[in-house]
């Protein structure tokens, strides 16, 4: 049979790593976007020689678990048929193994657009991570035209890379980071009125999360206005992939620390306390629910056209809603200002 040059079909669209956390992972990761081409239909089955080609190069892959759960997995799934960006992912883990580094997530995803794939792996190095998911790509390329003879200068050039100083860990840290579709800005002004300081409050669009991860190592409180993001492809525009997305704002807060949700958003409570922050419930319109009432470190509702703010049972008067600014922003901005009440006066952590 013959088969597509790989080299002209399986092409790298983009390639950049994320530091912080994002919707991949909370760990630093490679991801590249990939266009498989005439191998989005061609499996590792359908090539002969393939998968013994990749074995000989990489024998390691056979502790690959995979979805599989146990060793050999991911060699089962090369024989019974897997795909081009699945296998650049086990390869670009198994090249950073080989060159000393213990690395072990990787995810492969439909990408942006039709017909591409997303592919994440965790990095230990950054240029190390980088240039392991091109050399990635090359191999797999090359085990497709049948022309892979080892990977021997690949790993030389990765340990070569390790030994060098790698990016400067993520440090920076802020007082509020906020996130969604809304109006962020809203967000920011209402804690200013409210005294907080515009340094240290960030506003992290959904579309810098997804693609560059937080820009911020730590927050003291996490902003989610809504799940609802604009300015990200059509697929995570999905509830289930939007809430997911929104949620890694979380992951920046430390243990105790408080991040601010819109009532009945369940989903996305629960992950942010799975990340360790006590929750905050704003409601525009109608009641909190008994348990969104009972579990909430704060809430914020609107009664007679004036915000009421409850806290430990007590409730106080937050002042008048102002009809020239959406209701949601200003008590979001007024619950994050009542959480940093006690730490916005001091110096922003380095």
Do not use: K
């Amino acid at each position: 049979m013959s088969l597509p040059d790989p080299f002209a079909e399986l092409r790298l669209l983009s390639l950049r790593t994320l530091r912080g956390a994002s919707y991949w992972s909370r760990r630093p990761v490679t991801r590249i976007d990939l266009h498989p081409g005439a191998y989005d239909e061609i499996s590792s089955a359908a090539v002969p020689g393939f998968t013994e080609a990749l074995l000989a190069a990489l024998p390691g892959l056979v502790e690959h678990r995979c979805s599989v759960g146990e060793r050999g997995g991911f060699v089962a799934r090369l024989r019974e048929g897997t795909y081009a960006p699945h296998i650049v992912e086990h390869v670009g883990l198994e090249l950073q193994s080989m060159a000393g580094h213990d690395v072990g997530y990787g995810r492969a995803r439909g990408g942006d657009r039709p017909g591409e794939y997303t592919v994440v792996f965790e990095h230990l190095h950054a240029e190390v991570g980088l240039r392991a998911a091109a050399l990635a790509l090359e191999t797999v390329q090359h085990a497709l035209a049948g022309a892979l003879d080892g990977v021997g200068p690949a790993v030389a050039e990765l340990a070569a890379l390790a030994r060098a100083p790698d990016v400067p860990p993520l440090r920076h840290a802020v007082r509020c980071g906020i996130t969604g579709g809304g109006d962020r800005g809203a967000v920011r002004a209402e804690m200013r009125r409210r005294g907080v300081p515009s340094e240290g409050v960030v506003e992290v669009s959904p579309g810098y999360l997804l693609n560059a991860g937080l820009p911020y190592s730590a927050s003291d409180v996490a902003v989610v206005l809504d799940a609802a993001p604009r300015d990200v492809p059509e697929r995570y525009r999905d509830p289930e992939a939007a809430r997911r997305l929104v949620s890694v704002l979380a992951d920046a807060v430390p243990p105790e620390g408080v991040a601010v949700v819109p009532a009945g958003e369940r989903e996305v409570m629960e992950r942010v306390r799975r990340a360790g922050c006590r929750v905050a419930v704003f409601t525009v319109e109608g009641q909190l629910s008994p348990r969104e009432s009972r579990d909430a470190y704060a809430t914020a509702a609107v009664r007679r056209g004036r915000i009421v703010l409850t806290r430990d049972g007590a409730e106080s008067d937050g002042g008048p809603l102002r009809p020239e600014t959406p209701a949601a922003p200003q008590l979001a901005g007024a619950l994050a200002a009542l959480a940093l009440e006690e730490t916005y006066t001091n110096p922003i952590r380095d």
